[in-house]
Each structure stands twice: as C-alpha cells, then as structure tokens.
C-alpha cells in the first residue's frame, strides 16, 4: 500500500489522479496511480461550477467517503475546500480531521502560502499528513486575475519557492506545483526535499498530477498543459446514441432481456 512514508521515498515518478466517486477511484487504483487526489475541482468537472469555490465540506466528505470506499493500494489524498481552513485554526483542523476520521482520506492537500504555514505545522503534530500547494490556486481565482500562470518573474518565482520551503520545513510530505513555467517546476523539485508533483509545471518534476477526465478525455476541453490518453467522451457518446436507436427501432429490450412466468393475465 502506498504511505506518506513511501511517497517520499520512490524512486519512480510519482503517478497522481483526481478521483470523485467509487467506481473511478476503483479503475484508477487498479492502473496502479500511486496518489488519488479527491480535488475540489469536483466543483468544475462534475458539479458544472465555474470554479472551485461553491464546493464545500459536506461534499469533499460524501466524495472522500466514496473514494476511499474503493481504494486498495493508493494513497488518498482529499483537498480542504474554500473557507474551511485558515479562518480558525481550531475548526481549519477539525476539518481536516474529520476528513481522515470520517472519510477515509489519509491525507489533506491545502492551498498555500505564507498564511498556511503554522496550520501546516499545527496539523502534521497533531498526525494529519499535509500536501502544500503553490503557483496557480484555483481557490484564489478572484485575487490572482483568473487562472493565468504563475511565477513568470525571477522574482515571482523566488517568492513561490520561498513558500514551498516553508511548508517543508512545516512538515509538508509532499508539494503541488500547478502552472508555472519549467524552470521554475525543476528548480522547486532540486531544491525541495520532498517530492514535487507538477500539473502543467514542466517534465523536470518528481511527479506529474491530472484531472482524470481531461486524463481520459472525457472532459469537453483539455487545458494545454494536459493531455488526453483515451476518448471516454466519444466512447459514451456513441454508446449513448446506440441505446437511443436500439429503443427506438424495438430491439431493446430483446426477449434475452426479459422473464416470463408464463402467467395467464
């Protein structure tokens, strides 16, 4: 089973996937994905949300729940949504808690910067694993002018870096790194102790993170620094059709899809 403790120490690429519900989580597990992330990008990829800000507790605790229900072998890993950390310390940690004593997570993922990092050391002494978060933060989409790469000055980036090395030494297991240019995703990785997942930071990273649906390619557009690996859209799509026309023509539901009790009616 993957852990904290493995995570840091492998020696492959970190393999990491967004996950929402069982039946997912379950495929992702058994692809061998050694983290599965249950974002709060739950709130543009299934709830149909502009942004990740609507999401809240209760629904990263029923996809948490769903998610870890599922899950064998990988570390899950479930994002803290808007508000409900770094208002209060107290109830930033009942939060996370309870996302790992109720919901099955083994670890929370926190959007971070200077703000965050005595929760985060609050947290890992209290025995709650936390994943930092740096460059793009989608939770702060009103504040950095939409969702625009980050870092793109010498001194931009240093700040970032300054950020990622203070959740570090917090005690932050591992680190995010979302939309920044290469260079910046390969100096944080050389830097940093700890394993440095990228998503749209380059190929120099200690692991790579992606929404499962522009993964799969069942979302409507994939960001350009994704890729999509399958055609789930297309394939739904056509099955979707051939139901529509096998009803409509009669030949479903076929006499193998039905039962008779020979009953005289």
Request: net charge negative; no cysteine; glycine share 10%.
């Amino acid at each position: 089973m993957t852990t904290v403790a493995s995570i840091q120490e492998q020696e492959t690429p970190v393999t990491m996937l967004t996950a929402y519900d069982a039946p997912t989580a379950e495929l992702v597990d058994e692809a061998g994905i050694d983290v599965v992330l249950v974002g709060d990008s739950i709130g543009n990829a299934v709830f149909g949300f502009d942004s990740t800000l609507p999401v809240t507790m209760d629904d990263m605790m029923r996809a948490t729940t769903s998610v870890a229900s599922a899950v064998d072998d990988a570390l899950v890993v479930t994002d803290l949504p808007f508000l409900s950390y770094g208002v209060e310390r107290s109830q930033s940690i009942e939060n996370a808690g309870r996302l790992l004593k109720e919901a099955g997570g083994h670890a929370v993922k926190i959007e971070s910067g200077p703000h965050t990092v005595e929760l985060t050391e609050a947290m890992t002494r209290l025995g709650i694993p936390v994943m930092a978060h740096v460059g793009l933060t989608p939770q702060h989409v009103n504040s950095v002018g939409g969702y625009t790469r980050q870092g793109t000055t010498a001194e931009q980036a240093a700040t970032m870096l300054d950020v990622a090395r203070a959740h570090e030494d917090a005690g932050a297991f591992a680190l995010v790194i979302e939309h920044v240019p290469r260079e910046v995703g390969a100096a944080a990785s050389e830097e940093l102790d700890i394993p440095v997942v990228g998503i749209g930071a380059g190929p120099d990273t200690d692991g790579q993170v992606l929404v499962v649906d522009d993964a799969v390619g069942l979302a409507e557009r994939v960001p350009p620094f994704a890729e999509a690996f399958g055609d789930v859209r297309g394939e739904m799509r056509q099955a979707i059709e051939r139901y529509r026309d096998a009803v409509e023509s009669g030949s479903f539901p076929a006499d193998e899809h039905s039962h008779s009790e020979g009953l005289d009616l």
